[in-house]
């Protein structure tokens, strides 16, 4: 008598939920805590916001809907024109000259050089130490009086140096100054990783092609580092549009607006008037702004890859 084999039973389809679901709960207690906090801190404030723009509120009485009376009001505000300017003006300044300087640096610290590896732990040093302090040491370099810059500028032949942070108009080119010693290092280290992502094959080919440092400079590491350059331009252009602290510290806004920034409006506005609804409307300006000078990075980028 012969005997039929049975067949396999598949495992039961709760089972398997059971697992996905687990799986699942487990992604989610990883994330939960980090989306919590971005949640409370960041995402809450600001799609708070976009409604508080349109409204008159100073925080102790209830918001009232004014619809665009804020951005009408904006449209006047000769601050929010001298915020703007002095905005665009550093980050014409800034963006440039980090950019060269890290990409400089990265390039030189690229070589294999004796002790290579302090000199790039020096010039990333500045971007962890406390901003405060970077600013109040630069005050004291660029003091008019008794400043080491402005001795040195005098022991050459300057008979009359800037005034630097005194002065309305060498207030931004001293910001810029100090920025861009602050933040070059940062930018070097995302240069120096993406130099060790172009094959050196690539520059061997170059120079049994007879080629020179200058042209193995523009046509190999160049358009190696395209997606690199794109990343720190991106994030220059948001940094140097959002700038605050290191204005608040070194010249709070002055003398009189010549250093005035939009982030500085936006803190006057909202934290010493009380004017929330004025603040956030320039808020949400500024980030009209950053938006839109990011997407036309973007379409330049894209462009250029075709």
Same mark, same amino acid.
């Given at each position: 008598?012969? +005997?039929?084999?049975?067949?396999?039973?598949?495992?039961?389809?709760?089972?398997?939920?059971?697992?996905?679901?687990?799986?699942?709960?487990?992604?989610?207690?990883?994330?939960?805590?980090? @989306?919590?906090?971005?949640?409370?801190? +960041?995402?809450?404030?600001?799609?708070?916001? @976009?409604?508080?723009?349109? $409204?008159? !509120?100073?925080?102790?009485?209830?918001?009232? !809907?004014?619809?665009?009376?804020?951005?009408?009001?904006?449209?006047? #505000?000769?601050?929010?024109?001298?915020?703007?300017?002095?905005?665009?003006?550093?980050?014409?300044?800034?963006?440039?000259? $980090?950019?060269?300087?890290?990409? *400089?640096?990265?390039? %030189?610290?690229? =070589?294999?050089?004796?002790?290579?590896?302090?000199?790039?732990?020096?010039? @990333?040093?500045?971007?962890?130490?406390? %901003?405060?302090?970077?600013?109040?040491? !630069?005050?004291?370099?660029?003091?008019?009086?008794? *400043?080491?810059?402005?001795?040195?500028?005098?022991?050459?032949? !300057?008979?009359?140096?800037? *005034?630097?942070?005194?002065?309305?108009?060498?207030?931004?080119?001293?910001?810029?100054? $100090?920025?861009?010693?602050? #933040?070059?290092?940062?930018?070097?280290?995302?240069?120096?990783?993406?130099?060790?992502?172009?094959?050196?094959?690539?520059?061997?080919?170059?120079?049994? #092609?007879?080629?020179?440092?200058?042209?193995?400079?523009?046509?190999? $590491?160049?358009?190696?580092?395209?997606?690199?350059? @794109?990343?720190?331009?991106?994030?220059?252009?948001?940094?140097?549009?959002?700038?605050?602290?290191?204005? =608040?510290?070194?010249?709070?806004?002055?003398?009189?607006?010549?250093?005035?920034?939009?982030?500085?409006?936006?803190?006057?506005?909202?934290?010493?008037?009380?004017?929330?609804?004025?603040?956030?409307?320039?808020?949400?300006? %500024?980030?009209?702004?950053?938006?839109?000078?990011? %997407?036309? =990075?973007?379409?330049?980028?894209?462009?250029?890859?075709?």
């Amino acid at each position: 008598m012969t +005997t039929v084999p049975s067949p396999s039973v598949p495992a039961p389809v709760s089972s398997d939920r059971r697992r996905r679901r687990r799986h699942v709960l487990v992604g989610w207690s990883f994330i939960l805590p980090n @989306f919590l906090g971005f949640a409370a801190l +960041t995402l809450v404030p600001v799609v708070g916001t @976009f409604v508080v723009a349109f $409204t008159d !509120w100073d925080s102790y009485s209830s918001p009232k !809907w004014i619809g665009l009376a804020n951005f009408r009001r904006m449209k006047d #505000d000769e601050n929010f024109w001298t915020a703007l300017q002095n905005t665009c003006w550093y980050a014409a300044g800034h963006i440039p000259l $980090t950019l060269a300087a890290s990409l *400089g640096l990265a390039v %030189l610290l690229n =070589q294999k050089l004796r002790g290579v590896g302090l000199l790039r732990t020096a010039f @990333f040093f500045p971007y962890v130490t406390s %901003l405060v302090a970077v600013a109040v040491v !630069w005050n004291m370099l660029l003091s008019p009086d008794v *400043g080491p810059v402005n001795q040195l500028l005098r022991h050459l032949g !300057w008979s009359h140096p800037p *005034g630097w942070t005194t002065s309305t108009d060498w207030s931004l080119p001293a910001l810029i100054l $100090t920025s861009v010693w602050r #933040d070059m290092g940062y930018y070097m280290v995302l240069f120096l990783a993406g130099l060790q992502t172009i094959p050196a094959e690539l520059y061997e080919a170059a120079r049994v #092609d007879g080629t020179g440092a200058w042209q193995r400079f523009w046509h190999v $590491t160049l358009p190696g580092l395209r997606p690199t350059t @794109f990343f720190v331009l991106i994030m220059l252009t948001i940094s140097s549009f959002k700038v605050f602290d290191l204005v =608040q510290v070194m010249t709070e806004g002055g003398p009189g607006r010549s250093s005035l920034v939009l982030s500085q409006l936006i803190f006057r506005e909202g934290i010493t008037h009380g004017r929330f609804g004025y603040s956030s409307a320039v808020s949400l300006a %500024l980030f009209v702004i950053v938006l839109a000078v990011t %997407l036309v =990075q973007f379409q330049f980028q894209r462009r250029s890859e075709r």
